[in-house]
């Protein structure tokens, strides 16, 4: 049995994978909020719960909001500030007596896409998770790009590309530093840019809602979005020109169909070299009505209004690349 905990900013969720890759059991619960100790316990009481549940042990592999410093064992550069410089992956060995392994969790996904899912059979991909944070992972011929310093894919910590008057000097970011990707395409900078630019403060979730119900404020918001999350991945693809990207999309959400019969029908999106996320399962005749250059799509998390992001706008792409 194999157990994999993802380790979020405020949930944790762990599931149970038999030997041949079919999934047993998952538990999901909050992640404690500034508590290192409770994050540490919340880990190993998941795994033990799924471990009584099923009965047997199996060994456990966590992704982290951040990287472990191959040299002193440590978090460092974790959105949730309370892991970094914490022991976790010795402390989770320790409680659970093995040998727990700790990885970035954007390089997780990236992997995990590359290997099985999305990005099946692409040469280079590159995987974005844009939850509470916002990381990136990136996989050549099917290995990870990790890098002497364990950084390689993360982008969050680059700064918002070509910013405006408006978006300077951007806000303060928990590295230090100001106008990070992260403090304005995150859930949390997408909430925050929301309440600077309007005054009211909404969940994310509920500001999709109210721009999907016809609220202009909203809909500017998201738009906003759109066109940050298209100059930060612009100049990914300018780098390392990805094959592939896969973005997972973890803000608000749901509709996934609607989003593919949106794309479907935006035949702009065809510059894109490409894009999606994880979820809605994509067959053969849903492939086939997707414009040309479009060449992978899955899975649900993403909204109807996250997407149409890169599929409304996609000039902002072209722009950017141009
Ligand atoms: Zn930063």
């Not at 900013?9 to 500034?34: F, N, S, W």
Request: charged share 20%; proline share 5%; aromatic share 4%.
């Amino acid at each position: 049995m194999r157990i994999g905990v993802d380790l979020g900013g405020t949930k944790t969720e762990a599931l149970a994978l038999d030997d041949h890759g079919h999934e047993l059991r998952r538990i999901r619960r909050p992640t404690p909020q500034q508590d290192y100790l409770g994050t540490v316990q919340t880990i190993t009481a998941l795994v033990q719960d799924l471990e009584q549940e099923i009965g047997g042990r199996g060994t456990v592999g966590v992704g982290i909001p951040g990287t472990v410093i191959a040299a002193t064992g440590l978090v460092k550069n974790a959105n949730s500030t309370w892991l970094n410089g914490r022991p976790l992956q010795h402390d989770l060995s320790e409680a659970l007596s093995r040998e727990v392994r700790c990885a970035n969790d954007a390089n997780c996904f990236a992997i995990s896409e590359a290997t099985d899912g999305a990005a099946v059979g692409a040469e280079v991909v590159f995987g974005v998770i844009l939850g509470t944070g916002c990381g990136g992972g990136v996989v050549v011929r099917g290995g990870l790009l990790t890098g002497p310093n364990g950084l390689a894919g993360e982008w969050g910590h680059t700064p918002l590309p070509w910013p405006s008057a408006e978006e300077w000097p951007g806000p303060q970011c928990y590295c230090g530093r100001r106008g990070c990707l992260e403090t304005w395409i995150s859930g949390r900078g997408f909430e925050r840019d929301f309440e600077r630019v309007e005054g009211r403060s909404l969940p994310s979730a509920e500001i999709v809602a109210a721009a999907a119900g016809g609220d202009a404020d909203a809909e500017a918001a998201l738009v906003r979005l759109e066109d940050r999350i298209a100059r930060g991945l612009s100049t990914i693809v300018n780098i390392v020109d990805p094959d592939v990207i896969v973005l997972d999309l973890q803000m608000p959400n749901i509709d996934g169909f609607t989003v593919l019969q949106e794309l479907n029908a935006d035949q702009r999106t065809s510059v894109i070299p490409l894009i999606v996320s994880t979820s809605l399962a994509v067959d053969a005749e849903l492939k086939a009505k997707l414009p040309i250059g479009t060449r992978v799509i899955s899975k649900n998390l993403i909204s109807r209004e996250n997407v149409s992001l890169f599929l409304r706008d996609a000039t902002s792409f072209r722009s950017a690349l141009s």
